[in-house]
Structure formats: C-alpha cells, structure tokens
C-alpha cells in the first residue's frame, strides 16, 4: 500500500487522538498501522467500523475530484488528516482570484498614467484590500459563532487555526470564476452568482463535516457569516468613499 503525497510523513502518533474518522469524526489515534517498509494497514473506525481515512492512500487528485463534488469526508481528510502545508498559499490566491475578477468587471481607463501611477493598478490594490477585509470579517464570525456554540453545548472548542483552513479550503469555489473573466463577458452575472451559490454550499458541508452541529445550526452559522462578508464589503467601500473624498489622490 502506498500513501499519498499529502499523507507522507504525517506523524502518526498513537499516543494522542490527533486524527479523525472521515466518514463519522470519531478520533482515532492513528490511521494505519505499519507492519514493514511496505506493508501498511489503514486503521478501522471502533465507532462506524469502517476505514477511518480511505483517503491516505488515494493520488491526490482524486481527494481534489471529491472536494469538487463536495464530499464531506475529502473536507475532514484534508483538514484533520492532513498537515495541509499550502494554507497561507491557498489563502493569497483565493483572495486575489475574487479581486481580480471584480477588478475585470469594473470599467478602468485605459491604460493611463498619470504622475508615474497606473491608475488601474492601484485600484486592484484598493479592491483587494476590500476583499480581504471580507473575508476576515467571514471568518472572524464563522469562529465567533462556533465560540458561543459550543460554550452553549459545552462542548470542545475548536482552534481558529481548523476553522480558519475549514473556511480557506471551502472558498476554493472562486476559480470557477476564472473562466468567465478570461472568456464571455455576457455570461459574468449569471456566473457569479452561480459561483457565490456553490462556494457558499461548499462552505456549509465544510463546516458541517468539521464541527459536527446540527444542519440547521450550520446553515445559520454560514449564512450569518455570508451576511456579515457583504455588508463589511458595503460598509468598507462607504468608508474608502469618504477617506478619497477628504483626501483626494494627486492623480
Ligand atoms: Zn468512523
């Protein structure tokens, strides 16, 4: 049995339940066993009795097909089971992907430049700026409201650290908008709000597969959070309006 190139050298520590069961979130201690250099046996699951993490021995590629399909089982692989090294990475092209597809949109004069500055570049910067207050603020309230919940159920808190890469991995929707900025213009509305549909799904599974609440309890969780996203996203445009106007730029 070979592991998979996101599985290898994970610590597998069975002195501490540091790893989940994907398809019921059960710990587990470990989730193989090693027999020789080349003899491994995946763990099974004393809650639901099946193999705890499939995924270990999965090609990378097929735990991504599954993610697309919205599996709930590939969110807690990569998540729990995995040391999913790319976070920060992920993170930075997520939000500069949503920045330069509302970039795309919003009309820039042509190639100008004034006083040394391309004034479309800097509205880029302006734009991404926005976004990224956006999303904190998504995640700030995703981690608040999981705080209260689980004070409320007295159950176990979750690190911002699992919450923050439950809400990075499932926003993974937004390089669908990739091909409406390269290609057909006339397509963009509809495809955003297709896009906003299907990351605000993903987002729910994922957070359903890792915090184990209720459906309705996660639904609430992410649509609260999704309304706080927009209107942080009004309130800081409202805000740069009136900082231009008090200060306007030299160019
Ligand atoms: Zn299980």
Partial sequence: ?????????????????????INCGFQVKELYKQYSSNVLKLTVCENCYCEADKYIEFDLVLVIIDLVLLQRESYRHIINNTE???LWKLAFLILAMEAYANWSLTPTPTAEITNEFYIGDFKF??????????????????????????KFYKRKQYSPIILLKTVTLSSFGVFLLLPSVIWDNGVHEFHFT?????????QLFAY??????SKLWSILVIVISTFCKLYSGVLYENVERNILELFPLPF
């Fill in 1 to 21: 049995m070979m592991l998979n190139s996101a599985t290898k050298g994970l610590d597998n520590d069975q002195t501490s339940n540091k790893y989940i069961c």
């Fill in 84 to 86: 999913f090294k790319g």
């Fill in 125 to 150: 910067y302006r734009i991404l700026a926005g976004v990224t207050v956006k999303h904190a603020c998504f995640s700030i309230s995703t981690f608040l409201l999981t705080y209260f919940l689980t």
């Fill in 194 to 202: 297709f896009v906003l549909f299907y990351t605000t799904l993903s």
């Fill in 208 to 213: 359903e597969a890792i915090c184990n609440f």
